[in-house]
């Protein structure tokens, strides 16, 4: 069964610091991977996607991940953040074959003005 | 303006009284889902659909129905609602054999008394 882990359940960064939330998944087979973003008390957006070709995708924001094929990593990066990217994060994975899909327990994170 | 609607929003409902999200999508899309979220443990998905009349039990189906007659709507169904049931709800929808993301709509808030 395929299964996504984010490290991080609560980061706490002040502005203009660099983040880095980690995410692995477990599934052998060809998957598409995403990062989105929830705001407080809004619905999901996707911040990034990889589904093919250069391993380092750029997303919206100033977002970018790296997928590491071999570590089954995905791991979601932001040389500086701001406070208005105080939101939760999902990692999630999606099976092409059987079409299931599977989200992390997500990242909540706090930016400190 | 693509979009994802749910409805209601919210609902307040008590055990046993059945009832229905709605869900419907203007993009064409033959992949819909549904999620619930919960803290702590992310966005889990109940059921998806790859296309009409097609639907497959996510991962934690128990205690919901789903049908899709139509490309559009993917209702969610809960025949003898619980408290356990109280949740964020959210449907999504993709494109199955393009590789886009998921959008999603903006959510039902379900309590259970």
């Known amino acids: 069964a395929q299964s996504v882990s984010q490290h991080n359940h609560h980061v706490i960064l002040s502005e203009a610091a660099s983040l880095e939330l980690g995410c692995n998944y477990s599934?052998?087979?060809?998957?598409?991977l995403f990062w989105y973003v929830q705001y407080p008390g809004q619905h999901l957006q996707l911040l990034l996607k990889?589904?093919?070709?250069?391993?380092l995708v750029k997303g919206i924001k100033g977002f970018e991940a790296e997928f590491i094929k071999s570590k089954f990593s995905f791991n979601l990066r932001k040389p500086s953040v701001q406070w208005s990217d105080t939101a939760e994060y999902f990692c999630?994975?999606?099976?092409?074959?059987?079409?299931?899909?599977?989200f992390g327990d997500g990242t909540t994170l706090t930016v400190k003005p | 303006e693509a979009q994802v609607t749910q409805n209601p929003r919210y609902l307040i409902t008590v055990t046993g009284k059945k009832l229905t999200v709605t869900c419907s999508q203007n993009?064409?899309?033959?992949?819909m889902s549904w999620y619930r979220q919960d803290p702590g443990l992310g966005l889990r998905q109940i059921y998806y659909?790859?296309?009409?009349?097609?639907?497959d039990k996510g991962d934690v189906p128990e205690g919901y129905k789903v049908s899709r007659k139509e490309k559009r709507n993917f209702p969610l169904i809960l025949e003898s609602p619980s408290p356990n049931q109280t949740s964020l709800y959210f449907c999504?929808?993709?494109?199955?054999?393009?590789?886009?993301?998921?959008?999603f709509g903006q959510g039902t808030r379900l309590t259970v008394v």
């Open positions: 999504a929808s993709s494109h199955r054999d393009r590789n886009t993301e998921a959008f």
């Open positions: 599934y052998g087979g060809t998957v598409n």
């Open positions: 990889y589904f093919s070709g250069d391993p």
């Open positions: 999630a994975v999606h099976n092409t074959n059987a079409g299931k899909s599977t």
């Open positions: 993009m064409n899309h033959e992949y």
């Open positions: 659909s790859m296309n009409v009349e097609v639907t």
